[in-house]
Nanobody, 114 residues
Framework: QVQLVESGGGLVQAGGSLKLSCAAS????????MGWYRQAPGKQREFVAQITRGGTTNYAEFVKGRFTISRDNAKNTINLQMNSLKPEDTAVYYC????????WGQGTQVTVSS
């Protein structure tokens, strides 16, 4: 079992920045990779970014150049630095951890005002 706790969401103006963090606990040695998804009101959940155990990163096209995913192995934490935020980035952001299946955190709200 893996437990994920997100933090760092909030309200920011367009063009601003936020940093999300996700702390993993439990069977962390079994995690192959971690990442972020988001779900905006009335829309399907969508992939945002991921980082593998080896450190390889992958981003959705709509966040490339604006968001950066990183990890702190000592703290079993991943971060998502979000810059140049747009109103369309408003969503609940979910941390994920891939073992055999995919574990999800509870989500953290990010609201970008225009």
């Amino acid at each position: 079992q893996v437990q994920l706790v997100e933090s760092g969401g909030g309200l920011v103006q367009a063009g601003g920045s936020l940093k999300l963090s996700c702390a993993a606990s439990g069977s962390i040695g079994s995690i192959n990779g971690m990442g972020w998804y988001r779900q905006a009101p009335g829309k399907q959940r969508e992939f945002v970014a991921q980082i593998t155990r080896g450190g390889t990163t992958n981003y959705a096209e709509f966040v490339k150049g604006r968001f950066t995913i990183s990890r702190d192995n000592a703290k079993n934490t991943i971060n998502l630095q979000m810059n140049s935020l747009k109103p369309e980035d408003t969503a609940v952001y979910y941390c994920t951890a891939r073992v055999v299946g995919l574990y999800w955190g509870q989500g953290t709200q990010v609201t970008v005002s225009s």
